[in-house]
């Protein structure tokens, strides 16, 4: 099959190495060197059938017609195992900060009265938010719960 947009044809002048790690990198959305390393270490030694299937059975990941997702929680864990490769990378005295009973980091999450900012998603509360949407009024926190909670039952009915 031909295809006529610019990705591809910059996708066929990749080598199979350099679309994996692009990939990879994708799907961490920001990583370390040694994170990606170990990422497609792992994957070469078959390491990633094996730890979807023990990863299905904690919760974490689902699969859907052969295609493998984050849950809402392994959501959650993966974002926090990105918030953690920053700790050593943090100014001394600064702590890292924490998600909420509610909070996954991606998702909208219940109201939120503290800016807690994440650092796998620049400008993003664990809550879901950003920090200009603190300082909105109570009620406009009130409907963005209301958005996020619709476009969550969206995103679980399609595709
Ligand atoms: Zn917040």
């Given at each position: 099959?031909?295809?006529d947009?610019?990705?591809?044809?910059?996708?066929?002048?990749?080598?199979?190495?350099?679309?994996?790690?692009l990939?990879?990198?994708?799907?961490?959305?920001?990583?370390?060197?040694?994170t990606?390393e170990?990422?497609l270490?792992?994957a070469?030694?078959g390491?990633?059938?094996?730890?979807?299937e023990?990863l299905?059975?904690?919760?974490?990941?689902?699969?859907?017609?052969?295609?493998?997702?984050?849950?809402?929680t392994?959501?959650?864990?993966?974002?926090?195992?990105?918030?953690?490769?920053?700790?050593?990378?943090?100014?001394?005295?600064m702590?890292?900060?924490?998600?909420?009973?509610g909070?996954?980091?991606?998702?909208i999450?219940?109201s939120?009265?503290?800016?807690?900012?994440?650092?796998?998603?620049?400008?993003?509360?664990?809550c879901?938010r950003?920090?200009r949407?603190?300082?909105?009024?109570?009620?406009?926190?009130?409907s963005?719960?209301?958005?996020g909670?619709?476009?969550r039952?969206?995103?679980?009915g399609?595709?």
């Amino acid at each position: 099959m031909q295809f006529d947009n610019l990705f591809d044809k910059q996708l066929r002048e990749l080598s199979e190495e350099q679309a994996w790690v692009l990939q990879v990198l994708g799907q961490h959305r920001s990583a370390l060197l040694s994170t990606l390393e170990g990422t497609l270490e792992r994957a070469r030694s078959g390491f990633v059938a094996s730890s979807l299937e023990s990863l299905l059975r904690l919760g974490l990941v689902e699969c859907r017609d052969e295609v493998w997702r984050l849950t809402w929680t392994g959501t959650g864990v993966a974002n926090w195992r990105e918030q953690k490769v920053w700790l050593k990378l943090l100014p001394a005295g600064m702590r890292l900060t924490e998600p909420r009973d509610g909070e996954n980091g991606s998702e909208i999450g219940p109201s939120c009265d503290l800016y807690r900012q994440t650092l796998f998603a620049h400008g993003r509360c664990w809550c879901g938010r950003s920090r200009r949407e603190h300082l909105a009024s109570p009620e406009a926190a009130q409907s963005d719960v209301a958005n996020g909670i619709g476009d969550r039952a969206v995103g679980e009915g399609g595709v």
